[in-house]
Nanobody, 126 residues
Framework: QLQLVESGGGLVQFGGSLRLSCAAS????????IGWFRQAPGKEREGVSC????????YYSDSVKGRFTISRDNAKNTVYLQMNSLRPEDTAVYYC???????????????????WGQGTQVTVSS
């Protein structure tokens, strides 16, 4: 059974940094692209960043481009999201999700993604 677990969220001040982790169990990430999404209260879930199964194709939304960096370590079955220069508008619950390589397309579509983690809260204070 596909399972993803996010960690690394928390409370940080404006301009601070956090590193989110997405650990997979029950399957190998080698054949999956991984996306990071976020959802703020009263807003739709939006795609933040994605990484292909091989790591050679990356996507960032305009709102995080230049501040966030996605990476993966298939040996550890884990994907990371390094978030720098955080802003209050980055406050949201962050989710990671997996998509089989044959469904990979950009920009990311929420409905395409299969296994989802439970989410980790990121709060940026001003």
């Amino acid at each position: 059974q596909l399972q993803l677990v996010e960690s690394g969220g928390g409370l940080v001040q404006f301009g601070g940094s956090l590193r989110l982790s997405c650990a997979a169990s029950g399957f190998t990430l080698d054949y999956y692209a991984i996306g990071w999404f976020r959802q703020a209260p009263g807003k739709e879930r939006e795609g933040v960043s994605c990484i292909s199964s091989t790591g050679d194709s990356l996507y960032y939304s305009d709102s995080v481009k230049g501040r966030f960096t996605i990476s993966r370590d298939n040996a550890k079955n884990t994907v990371y999201l390094q978030m720098n220069s955080l802003r209050p508008e980055d406050t949201a619950v962050y989710y990671c999700a997996a998509i089989p390589v044959y469904k990979w397309r950009l920009p990311p579509h929420v409905a395409d993604f299969e296994a989802w983690g439970q989410g980790t809260q990121v709060t940026v204070s001003s």
